[in-house]
């Protein structure tokens, strides 16, 4: 009787981690961890120098990449990208010195 009982949880639990989408859960944990890579729109607009319309509007424009948020519908500005955008900008600014 205890190895049927053994049994019929071994296989119960089977049943459970067969649902379980392991490799989703492992996604939205990577996805987690790199949430530090993201400035919320206030933040990415301090970060530039700039107001938060003009941010949106460039989003809207296509000017710059913009993420939401998966919980909260955030825009989100990735930290990389106005780093990237601050650095042509001051390319920008040498050429026309020259």
Known sequence: MDRYNSLIKFIGLANVYKT???AGLKSKMHKMDNIQKYLRI????????????????????GKIATYRHPINGYRLYKKAD????L???????KRKKS
């Open 82 to 85: 106005l780093e990237a955008l």
């Open 42 to 61: 206030k933040e990415a607009a301090e970060f530039l120098g700039i107001s938060q319309g003009t941010l949106r509007n460039w989003g809207k424009d």
């Open 87 to 93: 650095i042509e900008i001051a390319k920008s600014a």
């Open 20 to 22: 379980l989408d392991i």
